[in-house]
């Protein structure tokens, strides 16, 4: 069975610290993607991993992707209150499919 | 405006009645999916069509069917709502050049009583 996993599902951090989100999957896959979800919003494009090794950043998130491992993370560098939200991976299949990460929920705590 | 758009925002409907969500696009892309998402579980494919001729089941089609008018239409049906559709759901556009990095609309929040 295809299965896309998260973890942690929730995280609290305090304002300032480091994490890191992973998301490991359970098939072969070319890339991978990952979005931000605020509460009650749409699903916002962060990052589009699209080879083994590949590596972005976008201010205080870095996101990389090990296609042998079938791992992505996801860090967070001194987190603020605006990173709030809910992340999710996405992995794309053959065929031009998605298979979503139940999500991970992160609070920052000022 | 909005690239991806979605009608209705939000319904309230009950058990039985049949219902259509809309989802329209300017970004002139070719692949369009709806998804459904709930609690705990993510966002679920339902189905997603990659032009007006195509239309492919997702992980979730039961209870659903789906209609692509046009390029930039795609449209998903309840034939006969039951409270388990209860969901918040997700029309999502990507395209080829763009490494189908998906763009999702707003929304469309449905109770199904």
């Known amino acids: 069975e295809l299965k896309v996993e998260q973890n942690p599902l929730f995280l609290s951090m305090q304002e300032g610290k480091n994490y890191t989100i992973y998301c490991n999957y359970s098939t072969t896959s070319d890339r991978l993607y990952w979005y931000r979800q605020d509460p009650g919003k749409s699903l916002e494009s962060l990052f589009v991993l699209l080879s083994n090794g590949a590596v972005k950043q976008e201010g205080r998130l870095m996101a990389s992707l090990d296609t042998k491992a079938r791992l992505s993370t996801l860090h967070i560098t001194a987190a603020v209150h605006d990173l709030s939200a809910t992340y999710f991976c996405a992995v794309h299949l053959l065929g031009y499919k998605y298979i979503f990460g139940t999500g991970t929920r992160l609070k920052v705590l000022a | 405006d909005a690239d991806v758009t979605q009608t209705p925002r939000n319904r309230i409907t009950k058990t039985g009645k049949r219902i259509m969500l809309e989802c329209s696009q300017t970004k002139g892309h070719d692949r369009m999916y709806w998804y459904r998402q709930d609690p705990g579980l993510g966002l679920r494919l339902i189905y997603y069509?990659?032009?007006?001729?195509?239309?492919n089941k997702g992980e979730i089609s039961d209870g659903y069917s789906v209609s692509r008018q046009a390029q930039a239409k795609f449209s998903l049906s309840l034939e006969s709502a039951i409270p388990n559709q209860t969901a918040l759901y997700f029309c999502a556009t990507s395209d080829f050049d763009s490494y189908n990095e998906q763009f999702f609309g707003p929304g469309t929040r449905l109770t199904v009583l």
């Open positions: 069509s990659f032009d007006v001729k195509d239309i």
